[in-house]
């Protein structure tokens, strides 16, 4: 995969920029980053706080020749390349199922995979957002944020950030598309991940709300959840949130 960088200096979406390029018939590698979104977003249309280089703001387009059932991966792959990138800078991160990065429980990252239907074949646009400083924290989640700043004790650019994460992107993707790598990179988020077995969790899911012991991932990466009756519920998608028991 070969890389190429579009700067700006504010966008709406580095994501919705990224399909549009993806549609256009941009090649995988292509990645989009700005200093300052109008309208970041995260998963179910929330809102990404973006404001000017207080965050990385980066989106890349892939082109995956697997089959379709392997697409929920690449969630797990960027996280894994997220929280190897954040350990180098000295950050010791925690993987929440399925696109949030944490530290002590706080969020330092999210990543957000959409399809895209081009002319030449289907994409997948993966944006990630990492805070660089907590300049830019609001009162409302103060408490439940962190960032580079807080937990490495430095500042960080985004240049800098993009260039570390580019790398362990193009590695972890190139295992993901070989067909024994899809079982590493599963083994792989197990071991940056405390909420792959044993965690208390509630999940809240488009029309129910379980609540369990998380038991590992299936093959495709959905989460096995362990109820109160020792039935195993598989969940493709959901919101994860931790149980604290007295």
Known sequence: MNIQILRFDTIDSTNTEAAKQAR????EGLCVIARQQSAGRGRHGRTWISEKDFGLYFSIVLRPEFDARHLPLITLMTGVAVSDTLQELGVKPDIKWVNDILVNEKKISGILAETVETP???AVVVGIGINLTPGN??????ETTTSIENEAGKKISSDEIAEI??????YFYDLLSQEEG???ILRDWQKRSSYFSGKSVRVTLTDNVIEGITDGLEGNGALRVKTADGSVKIV???DVTRLRRN
């Open 24 to 27: 256009q018939g941009a090649d």
């Open 120 to 122: 030449t074949g289907l």
């Open 137 to 142: 924290f609001t009162n409302e989640i103060v």
């Open 165 to 170: 994460l580019t790398r362990y992107l193009i």
């Open 182 to 184: 899809r079982v590493g």
């Open 236 to 238: 493709q998608a959901g």
